[in-house]
């Protein structure tokens, strides 16, 4: 029997952990699979592990692994796999396929701009648009992210596009900000990153001082797009064996 095992990266702040739940209920009733369940990477349960017997439990005999992750780091290569790993070694009857994150996709630049068109400000001449990822020490990271806001900057004609991190990864955004601030420019500030957190509050926390020159826009599970790009990961598990990546 065919499941699907959602596994959302989890965070301390219960608003965001209910908004990635909702977003991937709403997923699970576009999938006509009867056994769905919801686990987390860290920090909120289900774990991984326990997600997996969740499904097992149910009946599985096919799990179809969906990570809700935007760009592809650790947690895709080595803290998943990882896991499944230990399941496959754990439960060797059952089939594991595993997805991929949701990567470069023109949706997510569709969604990018659209958060950025949202924003309630008028965006001037000499705006700088700063896209901000979360950071990772895996150079990939940093790559895609790059590729993301040079396709993004072209295809849509925009001002000056910049990328930043939160962490793990250069240019930090506290000293992108510093650096553009002193420029007197409008500053427009495009979270790539799913849903409310810590992070994002702490990015409004250092931005609540500058004003007027400094727009944050909405993170990127709001849009319908992103919703759009999860079940197309999803259904590229599910209908051709030979597409899965079996563990």
């Not at 369940?37 to 799990?63: D, M, R, W």
């Not at 499944?84 to 060797?92: H, R």
């Not at 007027?212 to 797009?225: M, S, V």
Request: proline share 5%; charged share 25%; glycine share 6%.
């Amino acid at each position: 029997m065919q499941a699907i095992l959602y596994i959302s990266h989890g965070s301390r702040l219960k608003a965001g952990v209910k908004e990635a739940t909702d977003f991937i209920q709403q997923c699970q009733r576009q999938m006509n699979v009867n056994i769905q369940e919801i686990c987390f990477l860290e920090l909120v349960k289900p774990s991984i592990a326990e997600g997996i017997e969740n499904c097992i439990q149910q009946g599985a005999t096919h799990i179809a692994v969906v990570p809700l992750l935007l760009l592809t780091a650790v947690h895709a290569k080595k803290d998943i796999p990882y896991q499944l790993k230990k399941a496959k070694e754990k439960y060797p009857q059952i089939d594991f396929a595993y997805g991929s994150p949701l990567g470069i996709q023109p949706k997510l630049m569709e969604s990018l701009y659209d958060q950025l068109m949202a924003q309630k400000w008028e965006i001037r001449k000499n705006a700088e648009i700063l896209i901000v990822g979360r950071g990772s020490s895996d150079p990939e990271v940093k790559r895609d992210l790059n590729e993301i806001a040079s396709r993004f900057q072209e295809t849509y004609r925009l001002p000056a596009v910049h990328v930043c991190f939160l962490y793990g990864a250069t240019p930090h955004f506290d000293e992108t900000v510093a650096a553009l601030i002193t420029e007197k420019k409008q500053i427009i500030i495009l979270p790539y990153l799913l849903f409310n957190g810590l992070l994002i509050d702490g990015i409004r926390r250092k931005i609540k001082d500058y004003g007027d020159k400094i727009c944050l826009c909405e993170t990127l599970g709001h849009h319908p797009n992103v919703q759009t790009a999860l079940l197309e990961r999803i259904r590229e598990l599910l209908p051709n064996k030979e597409k899965q990546w079996v563990i």
